[in-house]
């Protein structure tokens, strides 16, 4: 893998991550405000954006410049 490759990677799942946080974060605190814990798809969300942040900054780190 290029880091040009890296770069495109970069460009494409980091808007992806936040998009999937502001998400999880709207599912949170509309379930915070019902009194209720936060819903399986919220977690589920937050957990594949956790998942394209790790995945670009260790792609990041092994190719990257």
């Known amino acids: 893998m290029t880091p040009v490759q890296v770069d ?3 460009i494409v799942f980091g808007p ?3 998009i999937a946080f502001a998400s999880a974060f ?3 605190r509309s379930a915070s405000k019902r009194g209720e814990s936060m819903p399986g798809w919220g977690k589920t969300v937050q957990g594949v954006g956790m998942g394209l942040v790790l995945f670009v900054a260790f792609s ?3 190719w990257g410049g």
């Open 8 to 10: 495109w990677l970069s």
């Open 16 to 18: 992806l991550a936040l």
């Open 26 to 28: 709207s599912a949170q």
């Open 60 to 62: 990041n780190m092994m």
